[in-house]
């Protein structure tokens, strides 16, 4: 009895344990591959966020084992990791100045090399002193090539765009055409959690994405995807925004609808619609819109203007000039990006566009030259049709844990149609003679353009940590088709004024242009680490670009036939191939990062032109070799506080048009001599920049100048030749006609300095901000066989405070002072200086819950040394009302110019002319609208039951 008890217990104790073992132990058999052998070290890794979902930087981690004592603290992304830890049962202690002290214990199967652990969650304590104002994570923080703001810190109002969040971001200019400069530089591209987003466009991005579901704003300097993946940067960055969701506002969807019309046939309206689930989106962005040319920007955006450096403008603070009449435009925009598998990731976008447009020009100035003043008026109209398809298409794959594949193909496609009608009057009083030339006709333009490309990006990881190897190659092919016409009269008259005609003359032509440009290039690279800090560089690549041109024009005669104009065709084929042999050494210490190494640049164009004179072919072929030095210095004394050097050396190569051995002839009046002599251009250019943010004080520094100069920069010297033109037999006239040789000249330099200096508010109510720029350039020229060189000055200062008492009431007074001086020692040409001095102000005020006014004024000072004076003053104002619980729905009201002021004049001064451009009257308006906005999440993105993480750039993690 006793023994029948004991094997009872025993079975039904083997059922329990039975029960116990996972399902897949049940179907073990004898010939089932037993469990992996326990691994003698494993890494063990994590993230720290506070309660707000922002990752912690900084915070001391502590590791304890059985054998273990190890001790780290978390990155720029908040993330930890300890690697050879020796034992599967430990503990994890994280500390944080402001945050009570996180201790957590962790159990593993001793066989598993890699642990995630799952995210901590800080709490913040609630007896902090008073003098420490910040958490973990400053609101600004520098990296190696990105800048990183945590939107949380920055209060917009309800139902805000981007955009109006970056305007309250240090440093940051944003264009009321939806442009962003990021401390003096443009913002080219945008991207969403790491991917491309509605196809790049910037815009896009800012105006359309809803602040509130911003975690992280980045503006990061983008070597491309290769060096994103290797770490090998060769050439330029861009500048690139990068936006960040927070974690419980990337599963949901997000729309906006705009609707706005108003007086002379102007209307808006706008669509966006995005879907977004984890590393999921879809979404769809359209507009169209009519609107009125030349009508001036206030230039008052985010506290800054808009103005560049170059031509000068007048007007209600902005540079440069449109023309009288209208513009029809619109542009849908499909997006799709997709987690596919854990393995496979796509990213896509299809966009068309359309602009129709018709202009008014009315242009009045001088030209200077060697035989006296030239002096002329246009009067042109014109139509241009555009429209475009353009698609874009990636697929990345992780193949296994040491290889990636990622191919882009990209498909575009454009049309334009042009139709000008052309009203020129030239009276010029030259040393020769006086010249009285009129002309008066119409021309024409119809081009397409087709553009296909592939790029493929193999990267290879080895075991050895830091070791890599990666293949690129890409080959993209252009074919342009234009076909057109001109259809002038040219009349001769005795004195300035029409009444006596002596001479007239007709000259239609057609002509007929095609070209095919093909591009194949090909890099590999290779990193050899050297430590756990240092490594060597290598890459190699080569350039090889094809380009078939063919350029007919022939004569209609009166009859209607057509004679072949041979000594204005232009035929010919050149082939470019440029290498790149790039070996560096690299150092990436906790403070200092170095980089040091060369370039090699081997360089060869050969190419052919077609003579139809003499039915004969003209080669041609150049080589240039050149070693440019590198290097990068970075120091960074803390998260918020960095420094960098940088030098670059940069080789330009003539164009085969430069370096064509014969004469162009295509355009009869602007003849073009090529220089089969010229060498390329080598610019050196050395930038430094200083970056300091005091995150206690929310005051932020930021400090840059480049110095450029340019050895053997390849130049033009125009020619004026005065051809003897018999008008009647005892009248002899002259024509102008250009001939423009190219030239090698040394001694070009510029040195621009930068700086933006912003004070918030501990609540930031209150945000001052100063910034500019000083910029000198000297540049040898020649002109007419005579060498001569421009020096130019620039002033550029700015002081926008951005002022917000209470959530109901934002003011924002500006004031702007811009000076530009240019010397020239051309021999008839003018120094000149233009002054601008902008006050401005522009805000917004709620009121009795959903009501606002807005409101923007703007009074420019504008005057120059050629006579030019202007002091409009603009004035807008809109109303705007909230309704639903939401308040997003909103309905508006906005009137533009309402002192009719707007008339402005757009001035552009060169060494060899100045140029007036009348703009048109039409800037007096008004905009009724109704804007809707919508917003549905659904919590933070999971995985297996577990919250996803996601990398520094907020792309999410499938494991």
């Not at 906006?256 to 309206?269: E, F, H, L, M």
């Not at 939401?886 to 533009?896: G, H, M, Q």
């Amino acid at each position: 009895m006793k023994k029948l008890f004991i094997i009872a217990a025993l079975a039904m104790l083997s059922c329990q344990l039975f029960a116990q073992v996972p399902q897949a132990r049940t179907r073990r058999s004898a010939t089932t591959t037993p469990p992996p052998p326990p691994v003698l070290s494993r890494e063990v890794s994590g993230i720290v966020k506070d309660e707000t979902g922002q990752t912690i930087i900084g915070a001391l981690v502590t590791l304890k084992s059985k054998v273990d004592t190890l001790r780290t603290s978390t990155n720029e992304d908040g993330i930890f990791i300890f690697k050879n830890v020796k034992y599967n049962v430990f503990n994890v202690t994280i500390e944080s100045i402001g945050y009570v002290l996180s201790l957590r214990k962790y159990s593993y199967a001793d066989f598993t090399p890699k642990l995630v652990l799952d995210p901590v969650v800080l709490k913040t304590k609630q007896n902090v002193l008073n003098e420490v104002k910040i958490n973990g994570t400053p609101s600004v923080i520098y990296k190696t090539d990105t800048v990183e703001y945590r939107a949380s810190d920055y209060k917009v109002h309800e139902n805000a765009t981007l955009d109006e969040l970056l305007k309250k971001m240090e440093g940051m200019e944003v264009g009321s055409d939806g442009s962003l400069t990021h401390q003096g530089q443009q913002v080219v591209r945008a991207k969403l959690n790491g991917k491309e987003f509605a196809g790049g466009s910037v815009a896009q991005a800012i105006q359309n994405l809803p602040a509130d579901i911003i975690e992280k704003v980045q503006i990061v300097d983008d070597y491309g995807d290769m060096a994103a993946r290797t770490g090998v940067k060769d050439g330029d960055p861009q500048k690139v925004l990068n936006v960040t969701t927070k974690a419980d506002r990337s599963v949901g969807t997000t729309g906006r609808v705009i609707a706005q019309a108003g007086n002379d046939d102007r209307y808006n309206a706008q669509l966006f619609v995005e879907h977004i689930n984890a590393n999921q989106v879809l979404g769809v962005i359209g507009n169209i819109r009519n609107t009125v040319n030349g009508v001036a920007s206030t230039g008052v955006q985010g506290g800054a203007t808009n103005g560049g450096g170059g031509g000068s403008g007048v007007g209600a603070g902005a540079r440069g000039a449109g023309t009288q009449g209208t513009t029809q435009s619109g542009s849908p925009t499909f997006n799709y990006r997709d987690q596919w598998s854990k393995k496979v990731q796509v990213v896509s976008s299809y966009a068309y566009s359309f602009n129709n447009n018709n202009s008014i020009n009315n242009q009045y100035g001088q030209r200077y030259t060697s035989y006296g003043p030239d002096n002329f008026t246009n009067d042109n109209t014109s139509q241009r049709n555009n429209w475009s398809h353009n698609v874009r298409f990636e697929l990345a794959v992780d193949l296994d844990s040491a290889n990636y594949l990622q191919l882009n193909p990209t498909y575009s496609y454009s049309n334009s149609t042009t139709a000008t009608n052309i009203s020129q009057d030239d009276v010029d009083n030259y040393t020769t003679g006086f010249e009285h030339q009129f002309q008066k006709g119409t021309t024409s333009n119809l081009s397409t353009s087709t553009n296909y490309g592939l790029t493929a990006l193999l990267v290879h990881v080895f075991k050895k940590p830091h070791r890599n190897f990666s293949v690129q190659l890409s080959l993209t092919q252009n074919n342009t088709v234009a076909n057109g016409g001109s259809d002038k009269d040219y009349k001769y008259f005795a004195d300035s004024t029409q009444n006596t005609l002596i001479r007239d003359s007709t000259a239609n032509l057609l002509k007929s242009q095609t070209n095919r440009n093909t591009v194949l290039n090909a890099r590999v690279t290779y990193v050899e680490p050297l430590s756990t800090i240092s490594q060597i560089e290598f890459s190699g690549s080569i350039n090889r670009s094809t380009n078939n041109a063919k350029a007919i024009q022939d004569s209609v005669q009166a009859n209607g036939q057509l004679k072949d104009l041979t000594a204005l065709d232009n035929i010919y084929n050149f082939t470019t191939t440029q290498s790149r042999i790039m070996l560096n050494y690299r150092y990436n210490g906790t403070k200092v990062n170095l980089t040091l190494g060369a370039t090699a640049i081997p360089y060869n164009l050969t190419g052919n032109k077609v003579d139809e004179n003499v039915n004969q072919s003209i080669s041609t072929s150049r080589s240039f070799f050149r070693i440019i030095p590198s290097f990068r210095f970075a120091y960074s004394w803390s998260q918020t506080e960095r420094f960098t050097l940088t030098y670059t050396g940069a080789n330009t190569d003539p164009s085969f048009q430069e370096i064509q051995p014969f004469t162009d002839r295509s355009n009869p009046k602007d003849l073009i001599v090529g220089n089969p002599n010229l060498t390329p251009a080598f610019s050196n250019s050395i930038n430094a920049q200083f970056n300091d943010y005091i995150a206690n004080s929310k005051f932020n520094l930021s400090l840059g100048i480049n110095a450029t100069s340019i050895d053997n920069q390849i130049t033009t010297n125009t020619v004026q030749l005065l051809v003897p033109l018999v008008v009647t037999p005892t009248k002899t006239t002259y024509e102008n006609i250009n001939e423009t040789n190219y030239i090698n000249l040394s001694g070009a330099q510029a040195i621009v300095g930068r700086y933006n200096i912003s004070k918030q508010s501990d609540n930031r109510e209150y945000n001052f901000a100063l910034n500019g720029n000083i910029t000198y350039s000297y540049n040898p020229a020649m002109s007419n066989n005579a060498l001569y060189h421009q020096t130019d000055w620039r002033f550029d200062e700015r002081f926008g405070p951005r002022i917000n008492p209470n959530e109901n009431i934002e003011f924002n007074p500006y004031v702007g002072y811009d000076v530009d001086r240019t010397f020239t020692t051309l021999l008839g040409a003018r120094s000149t200086i233009y002054k601008t001095t902008i006050l401005a102000v522009d805000g917004k005020m709620y009121f009795i819950k959903t009501f606002q006014v807005n409101y923007s004024a703007t009074k420019s000072f504008v005057s120059s040394s050629t006579g030019l004076t202007t002091n409009p003053l603009v004035i807008n104002a809109g109303f705007q009302k909230e309704f639903l619980k939401r308040k997003n729905l909103v309905i508006t009201f906005d009137a533009y110019d309402i002192l009719h002021q707007n008339k402005f004049l757009t001035q552009t001064v060169t060494p060899t002319g100045v140029t007036n451009t009348l703009s048109n009257s039409l800037s007096r308006y008004f905009m009724v609208g109704l804007r809707l906005n919508l917003q549905k999440w659904s919590g933070v993105p999971k995985r297996n039951g577990r919250a996803m993480q996601r990398r520094g750039d907020g792309s999410f993690i499938y494991e």
